[in-house]
């Protein structure tokens, strides 16, 4: 069965990094595009990256762009979100979520941005 599991969260000051990673099993990894949303308090879940299967095209949330990179290695299995330039405003739970039929989701990883 499809599993994808978040890792890598945390707490971070303003300004910060942190590097999230999801690794995936139970699927053909490197046949789907995979993505990164996330979900704030009170605010509705927001793609914020994807990430193409074969070529590694990417594409960012305007929220994001500059600041964050999505990559993937599929000899691993596994896709990464750097983010870098941390802001309080990007504490959320991060969510991999897999472009496979209805999609798949993992179960999710808090980042905190806070001094």
């Known amino acids: 069965q499809v599993q994808l599991v978040e890792s890598g969260g945390g707490l971070v000051q303003p300004g910060g990094s942190l590097r999230l990673s999801c690794a995936a099993s139970?699927?053909?990894?490197?046949?789907?595009?995979m993505r990164w949303y996330r979900q704030a308090p009170g605010k509705e879940r927001e793609l914020i990256a994807s990430?193409?299967?074969?070529?590694?095209?990417?594409n960012y949330a305007d929220s994001v762009k500059g600041r964050f990179t999505i990559s993937r290695d599929n000899a691993k299995n596994t896709v990464y979100l750097r983010m870098n330039s941390l802001k309080p405003d990007d504490t959320a739970v991060y969510y991999c979520?897999?472009?496979?039929?209805?999609?798949?989701w993992g179960q999710g990883t808090q980042v905190t941005v806070s001094s």
């Open positions: 979520y897999a472009l496979i039929g209805t999609g798949f």
């Open positions: 139970g699927f053909f990894f490197s046949n789907y595009v």
């Open positions: 990430i193409t299967n074969t070529r590694s095209i990417t």
